[in-house]
């Protein structure tokens, strides 16, 4: 009897409000779908529903206290928030950071992508239906949580740098600590891929879904794993080197086809990748002082700078004018990676079926807060 | 005594449902109406010893049929109940009669046939090398009616193929 | 009289009774395996190791207040769970839990036909929640459900076809005993049939990979979406008792229902001594396990996915498996 | 009264096809008027079956199976072309649907 029942399912056009409140939504995305039976044709994605104005907070406070508030743009990644923020200030002022706070810089920045992929991997299998893959990765996830606790006293917003460096040195034991982390970790990465990576249905749920070629994405303006699953190779690490990047070792995965598949197999490489950024900046980790010489009273000439930094997600940008008198600044804007891949959301989804919806905004990962500041 | 009791209970609802189907002016509850009716005279041939069409007429009419209705009426997603147009050359109240006139001259017919003498039955029950409601139909079915057997299978082929080519719209 | 209605009777309420309790208890074994399968305790407060759990969840549920959108259809709304429940109760009328009469409420001679279409009856349950919620996302939840229960219904009945074949009965207990004579359990003489009848019944109880019909992540929660409380409950209570109802249908026709392994071996006729319901519920408890472990490991069909696997392979080796068995049937 | 003889069979069943008779007449509603057709199927069905039991033949049970097949078949492609009109009239009126009227 359902042989006639499947063709009849396209007659009626839907359009169904996806979110603010959706399960699936990483937040508070919404997203007008206009539906012919399955098959999205339209779509249209609305953000601000988490605004909090944390830009033009940021041209109120002087330029210690921007540190905090860039821990709540990309909640889950903070300290490369962090990062780039400080380096972004240095460069504005010339400031010499210490060679030793730069690898402390590294070691973190890519623990904190480890943590914010686990967070990925684990949404984005869950979107799929996947739900061990959830806690499977939760579980790595809470570690690292628990080495930036070691570290800073803190497990989400951290506050972890300064500008010239770092607040704090290591602590005691601490570099042990992460290199059994580093193990450990290489030990279960084998685990998502055997219950993914060969897996027929995942293979069939995200193989040639949400394809966008090398071109289209560079016209997107995609950033960070998404432009490199079409690709294109482009990673600040390697192009524009900051922290002590210069100094490592290590490969950029790139994909092929631009799928879903291609991303996850990126951000798993990428797994790998930074826990071998990591042990070699704990080993080559040098001694000296972890705070550069910075004025008691910050305060840099007037100018501007722009300054990226690969975060988890992609390019992380702050745009900075000092006019030179206040201490704080005349204007800060931020790039954030999240934003800019969200574009690529309307082209991505059009097409698709429903189901397909929630696969492709894991895949290009986005955090709300980020989007929206 | 059960056996009159149950006939009655469930005449009783078959006919209260097939009224509830044609009077309700929600469609889908139409519908539901209609699969509750279907069900009763399912349980109607379970007394007349015919379980294996009970339970064809629960898979096929109620399970599949019925469902097929449901979907149709979902999808006919109307702004406006139709009852509202009315053709003027249409006469409902001489439908209403018609029927009551069919339904008198069946009664009719029935009373006729016994007020004469009860003819014996016209055929003895055959001889069938099986034993079994089932396994008789079956035998029945692939011996003395194979061909129309086949001929069925065939109109429920064309009515697959007619079915789609009609619901599918072209791209 | 005793006989005829007061046995029966009795069988039936008893039977209930354990089909609601073993799916509450159900639904703590679910959260407890997937739990360790994902390397945490799952529920521990109530009670002793979260035993007491399966039956604070009902309380909660009964407990909770029982919302009808203002825009639903009161009359379907209401009547939905109710229809969907009512049949994955009727068939264990026929499931033979043991060899002794005792332990089977009735032996129709159409007993495998009955539970198929009493089932079918189930999917109405799923399309008038999902139409009378008077909403988007169950609207288009309850309509891929019953496409999907349709579909995999016409793949698990033909594939039954070919046990029929090689039983030569349609009664539950007939196919019990065929086995017995046979001396071969037909897992092991269907085992096509075994597994496509295994993956038509996960998609049948929209069990996961499956479980497109209440994807969380993609439909909020499918077609009960707007359900809360008891009625709720009701739904819930549908899916396990589907699922057992699958487990049971599974052991009889495949794994020999209530027969110890091996049953033409007299030389393992000590196994006898185990009481055949408890082969029953054990093989039964196997399958019941398998489902959660799949739920536990595997990602989610798309929608298009699961309707292409039902039409284009289901199907095609279900019929081949028909033609198969009846050119062996007439060539033995 | 207590003894159910086909005669009871048969008044059931000329009362089901008159409802379903009023049901075509009167009702506008297509889909309604195909629901009342299966009412009378299902009528005749009725009769067809009690009959074979009364005469202990199942020749009645095979035809009430082709009924069953024909129906399946009528309804398949009657609600074909009630979603084909639906499609280019936007309505399920039959009094609406007078394409083939002069």
Known sequence: MATEASPIFDTDELVINMGPQHPSTHGVLRIVLKLDGERVIDADVVIGYIHRGIEKLSENRDWTQIILLTDRMDYVAAATNNLGYCETVEKLMEIEVPRRA???????????????????????????????????????????????????????????????????????????????????????????????????????????????????????????????????????????????????????????????????????????????????????????????????????????????????????????????????????????PSFCNLQGLRPLIVGHLVADVVTLIGTIDVVLGEVDR | ??????????????????????????????????????????????????????????????????????????????????????????????????????????????AYSYTREQSPPVTAAQASPVQGNIEELGWLLYTDYLIPFEVASVLLLVAMVGAIVLARRES | ????????????????????????????????????????????????????????????????????????????????????????????????????????????????????????????GIILAGWASNSKYPLLASLRASAQLISYEIAVTMTLVSVILTAGTLSMVGIVQAQQDSGLWYGFVQPVAFVLVLIGGLAETNRAPFDMPEAEQELTGGFHTEYSGMRFALFFLAEYANMIVISAVVTVLFWGGWLRPFPSIDALAFLDLIPSWIWFFGKMFVFLYLFIWIRATLPRYRYDQLMRLGWKVLIPIAIGNIVVTGIAKVVL | MMEITPAHYTILSAALFSVGLIGVLVRRNIIIIFMAIELMLNAVNINLVAYANEVENLVGQVFVVFVIAVAAAEAAVGLGIILALFRNKETVNIDEMNVMRS
């Not at chain 1, 960070?224 to 482009?234: A, C, I, K, Q, T």
């Not at chain 1, 900051?242 to 092929?256: I, K, M, Q, S």
């Not at chain 1, 070699?280 to 550069?292: T, W």
């Not at chain 2, 005594?1 to 509830?20: D, K, Q, R």
């Open chain 2, 1 to 110: 005594m059960a056996e009159a009791l149950a006939f009655y209970t469930l005449s009783v609802l078959i006919l209260g449902l097939a009224v509830a189907v044609i009077t309700t002016p929600n469609t889908v509850h139409s519908v539901v109406f209609l699969v509750l009716n279907f069900l009763c005279v399912a349980v109607l041939y379970v007394f007349l010893q015919a379980e294996f069409l009970a339970v064809i007429q629960v898979l096929v009419y109620a399970g599949g049929i019925v469902v097929l209705y449901l979907f149709v009426v979902m999808l006919v997603n109307l702004g406006r109940s139709p009852e509202e147009h009315q053709d003027p050359r249409r006469l409902g109240l001489i439908g209403l009669g018609l029927s009551g006139a069919v339904l008198l001259e069946l009664a009719g017919i029935i």
């Open chain 3, 1 to 124: 009289m005793i006989e005829t209605i007061v046995i029966p009777l009795l069988k039936i309420a008893v039977l209930l009774n354990a089909v609601l309790v073993s799916v509450t208890f159900m639904t703590l074994l679910e959260r407890k395996v997937i739990a360790w399968a994902q390397s945490r305790l799952g529920p521990m407060r109530v009670g002793p190791y979260g035993v007491l759990q399966a039956i604070a969840d009902p309380i909660k549920l009964i407990l909770k207040e029982d919302i009808t959108p203002v825009k639903a259809d009161r009359m379907m709304f209401t009547l939905a769970p109710i229809i969907s429940l009512v049949p994955a109760l009727v068939v264990f009328a026929v499931v033979p839990f043991g060899g002794d009469e005792l332990f089977y409420i009735t032996d129709i001679n159409v007993g495998l036909l009955f539970i198929i279409s009493v089932t079918s009856i189930g999917v109405y």
């Open chain 1, 102 to 336: 730069r690898y402390i810089r590294t070691v973190l920045a890519e623990l904190q992508r480890i943590a914010s992929h686990c967070l990925w991997l684990g949404t984005h299998a869950m979107d799929i239906g996947a739900m061990t893959v959830f806690l499977y990765a939760f579980r790595e996830r809470e570690l690292i949580l628990d080495l930036f606790e070691d570290y800073c006293g803190a497990r989400l917003t951290y506050n972890s740098m300064r500008i010239g460096g770092l607040p704090l040195d290591i602590p005691t034991g601490w570099d042990n600590k992460v290199r059994a982390f580093c193990d450990l970790m290489e030990s279960k990465i084998p685990e998502y891929e055997e219950l993914l990576t060969n897996n027929r249905i995942w293979l069939e749920r995200t193989r040639g879904v949400g394809v966008i070629s090398g071109e289209d994405a560079v016209g997107l303006g995609l950033c960070g794993p998404p432009l490199r699953g079409s690709g294109v190779y482009r990673d600040v690490r390697k192009d524009e080197p900051y922290a002590a990047y210069d100094e490592f070792e290590f490969d950029v995965p790139l994909g092929t086809n631009g799928d879903t598949y291609d991303r996850y197999l990126i951000r798993l490489e990428e797994f790998k990748q930074s826990i071998r950024i990591i042990r070699q900046g704990l080993d080559g980790m040098p001694e000296g002082p972890v705070m550069g010489k910075v004025p008691r009273l910050i305060k840099p000439k007037a100018g501007e700078t722009y300054h990226a930094i690969e975060s988890p997600k992609g390019e992380l940008g702050y745009f900075i004018v000092s006019d030179g008198r206040a201490t704080n600044p005349y204007r800060f804007r931020v790039r954030p």
